[in-house]
């Protein structure tokens, strides 16, 4: 016949399947989603054990059982930085799981292709246009300006076309070789200047750029170059002893004698042009 029991004769022991150890029911966790339950101390010590090794998805310690223990689920034995430690592990893994995810599915590459040369190329060699999101390679770059003030354009668009982008002399100096810059401002410079107010020193050795102030009616006067007297009517040394229609119906002769060139241009049209040449105009 079975033996019945007083409530006080029941055993409120229970033996830890970890540390198989005899325990008192208080000190019990149960696994959350699960019949299991262990030590507090076992409990503590295996979910440390599992973030010790990069786990923070830490299930039931019996073999194949889906039960979960969780931070906030174990909070009330967990101590204080063990809690913490295991919200910061879950939010690393999270954060990894997202990049890994992205990165598995764009590669991402350090080299692009340059749109004029339609070469591989890579990123740090590359010069992007001013006002757009386009870019080129420095070499491809560079020669694109070189072939636009070969045909003397000195306002120079983005190669894209229709594309409001802009380069100019500034904004490329670091790329630029210096002939390159110090030509592309003095012809930005030139190009500034009114075409009836400029004009060049007669004489083939200096042929320094002047300027004529419009407002001023001028003849005989020295080049501020090369301090030789010229004619700024008729742009030519100055003819001595006959005035400017003399001399212009001789021309009409064919007997001139000047040789005319066109080299230097003034700087302060340009502010990249300071190293390159004094400015002048021609006023009385």
């Known amino acids: 016949m079975g033996k019945l029991l007083m409530v006080n004769e029941i055993d409120d022991n229970y033996v830890c ?62 101590p204080v930085d063990l809690f913490e430690r295991w919200g910061n592990a879950l939010c690393e893994s999270a954060v990894n799981e997202i990049d890994d995810d992205f990165f598995a599915t764009y590669e991402i590459d350090d080299d692009y292709v340059c749109e004029i040369c339609v070469e591989s190329r890579p990123l740090d060699d590359s010069f992007g246009v001013n006002g757009c999101s386009h870019f080129y390679c ?62 060049y020193c007669p004489y083939s050795d200096c042929s320094s750029l002047l300027i004529k102030d419009p407002l001023e009616v001028l003849t005989e006067l020295p080049c501020p170059a090369c301090k030789r007297h010229f004619c700024v009517q008729c742009k ?17 002769l064919g007997i001139d004698g000047v040789d005319m060139h066109s080299v230097t241009i003034v700087e302060h049209l340009h502010p990249v042009l300071v190293i390159v040449a004094q400015s002048v105009i021609i006023s009385s």
Request: glycine content about 4%; overall charge negative.
């Open 138 to 199: 420095i070499d491809c770059t560079v020669k694109y300006i070189t072939s636009k003030l070969d045909n003397n354009e000195t306002r120079i668009t983005c190669p894209e076309a229709n594309c409001q982008g802009l380069l100019d002399p500034d904004f490329c100096q670091e790329i630029l070789p210096t002939e390159l810059f110090k030509r592309w401002g003095k012809a930005l410079c030139e190009s500034a200047v009114n075409g009836s107010e400029k004009f």
């Open 236 to 252: 030519v040394a100055w003819h001595s002893g006959m005035d400017c229609t003399e001399f212009q119906k001789l021309k009409t």
């Open 17 to 78: 399947e970890i540390c198989v150890k005899s325990r008192p029911l208080d000190d019990s966790f149960g696994v959350k989603g699960c019949s299991h339950f262990y030590c507090i101390d076992c409990t503590v010590n295996y979910i440390t054990y599992k973030l010790h090794n990069n786990e923070t998805h830490i299930t039931c310690p019996e073999a194949n059982c889906q039960g979960l223990l969780d931070p906030d689920f174990c909070r009330e034995i967990l």
